[in-house]
């Protein structure tokens, strides 16, 4: 037992010894070569490469001859100098180089993957990473394992051991094992809610966008025949082949009776299906409001609800129409005010007060959301501002198209373009957007052009998919005083260039747009 004890020892101290040289690189004054030597600078590694790098995570590189090699701290060469390049280690796998074709090593010096792609990127914390030959892309684990071979155009990074592949601009999905969970046939990036639900687009044989509901684990639940499907916390908003509209929980599920049509309003700035717990749906050609499970909360009996710049339900009351005029409601269908108005606007809160702005008997006032009050507004008292007929819903049903949609506005009675205003008849394009403190150009652009018509009729383009850049396309009505436009109950002030080509339209909260006449 106590020789079994001194061989050991003998041999921890020999171990010792030879790690604790603490070798670093050296040159050689008579042979201008480098190599190596201990703390006693004696030569561990003899002086013949032409470059030695300093350790580091207990390797350091050789070169000679142009080429690279790895030697450990002991000083034994791991792999001699055969290599164009050789990148830092990571994981302990390193990026090796020859011809211009790539693989990778371990720390030992063991060649686990030869030098024969076109590239490799860095490994993930997958374990895996992507190859590439002949512009196509596939996946290689860190033992030299090709998953897939290098046959997709771009594949896309992993989460939660899925991604995206792509092949002739169309998309899929593929597992961590290299198995297709579905190949690229989709005309969109797959993004996998909490639920592991991915909304799917295509472009039907009629050119339109179809939509369907697809599962991480390969399954479709809802086929890519939908007219429109659209997701708002735990549930599905979809429009059905049938042109019908129901409700869908997040395992795909109706959950409602089928509508003719739901509705959309302003949130802020964004578009939302359900607002304060409601959601605005259509039976027959009656409007009314529901619940997220489809139970009727407010009956349907408003031929036509919200405000026109796109707001339900705001500050608690949500503007509604039955025949020619206009009143006020509560979120359980109470009436603030009944239907007295020609025209009601949203409330918002104007100083610490929530007012709206409502037209009876042709004049303007101010309708106080506390007390009821109505004020003649100042600067109104002869009638102004220009009459404009009955509102529409607000958010107009998403449309599907590839390209373009008409949707319903606001009928507002034409109005005659006077001379001052035909500087502005034609198409603006949009080249810079400000909304929200956000500065937008190109086809990140919310809304893409503006189309003045003489007469006072028009429409614009506006985007609701930024990333498939979908569009719709809305009708609109304006007056032009001066550099004053309105368009619907929207004011802007535009300030054009002196050739008046070009316009800034500057809107409220400090929204503005920059447009360029084609």
Request: aromatic share 10%; glycine share 8%; hydrophobic share 35%.
């Amino acid at each position: 037992m106590k020789k079994a004890i001194i061989v050991s020892g003998i041999c921890l101290l020999i171990s010792s010894c030879i790690l604790g040289q603490d070798l670093k690189p050296q040159k050689d004054k008579e042979t201008k070569k480098y190599g190596y030597v201990n703390k006693s600078d004696e030569w561990v590694v003899k002086a013949i490469y032409d470059d030695a790098d300093k350790f580091k995570d207990g390797v350091a590189k050789i070169y000679l001859n142009k080429k690279e090699g790895l030697i450990s701290e002991t000083g034994t060469v791991l792999v001699g100098p055969q290599f164009d390049d050789i990148d830092k280690f990571k994981d302990g796998l390193a990026i090796i180089k020859n011809n211009k074709k790539y693989g990778f090593i371990d720390k030992t010096g063991k060649v686990l993957c030869e030098t024969k792609f076109d590239d490799i990127d860095k490994f993930s914390s997958t374990g895996l990473a992507i190859i590439k030959n002949a512009k196509k892309s596939g996946l290689i684990k860190n033992d030299g394992t090709v998953i897939t071979q290098p046959l997709y155009d771009v594949i896309y990074s992993f989460y939660d051991n899925i991604a995206n592949i792509q092949n002739n601009k169309l998309w899929g999905l593929i597992d961590i094992t290299g198995k297709v969970i579905f190949e690229p046939t989709f005309a969109k990036a797959l993004a996998f809610n909490k639920n592991g639900l991915s909304i799917t687009q295509k472009i039907g044989e009629d050119q339109l966008w179809k939509f369907g509901l697809v599962k991480n684990d390969g399954s479709v639940i809802l086929d890519c025949i939908q007219l429109w499907l659209a997701e708002e916390g735990s549930f599905f908003y979809v429009k059905n082949p049938n042109t019908k509209w129901e409700i869908r929980d997040n395992k795909g599920v109706a959950i409602s009776k089928e509508f003719d049509d739901l509705n959309t309003f302003m949130d802020g700035l964004s578009s939302k299906y359900m607002i304060n717990g409601l959601i605005s749906a259509k039976e027959g050609n009656k409007w009314g409001f529901i619940n997220e499970k489809g139970e009727t909360i407010i009956p349907f009996i408003y031929d036509r609800i919200g405000s026109t710049d796109g707001y339900g339900f705001s500050n608690g009351y949500c503007a509604v129409q039955i025949g020619e005029k206009w009143g006020y409601i509560d979120k359980t269908g109470k009436y603030f005010k009944e239907p007295i108005f020609q025209e009601a606007d949203r409330f918002t809160n104007v100083l610490g007060e929530v007012l709206s702005t409502v037209k009876m008997e042709d004049k303007i006032y101010t309708l106080n959301a506390k007390t009821g009050e109505m004020k003649l507004k100042p600067g109104t008292e002869n009638n102004t501002r220009p009459v404009t007929a009955q509102k529409t819903q607000a958010a107009t049903t998403q449309t599907t198209t590839a390209q373009t949609t008409t949707t319903s506005q606001a009928q507002v009675p034409k109005t005659s373009a006077n001379t001052e205003s035909d500087w502005l008849i034609g198409t603006w394009m949009v080249t810079e957007e400000k909304i929200g403190g956000k500065v937008k150009t190109g086809k990140q652009t919310t809304f893409v052009s503006y189309q003045f018509k003489k007469g006072g009729s028009g429409n614009y383009v506006e985007r609701y998919d930024i990333m498939a850049n979908q569009t719709q396309t809305k009708n609109m009505n304006w007056t032009l005083n001066g550099t004053s436009l309105k368009m619907s109950t929207s004011n802007y002030t535009l300030t054009p260039s002196d050739n008046k080509r070009t316009m800034t339209m500057n809107g409220p909260l400090g929204s503005s747009w920059k447009l360029t006449k084609q």
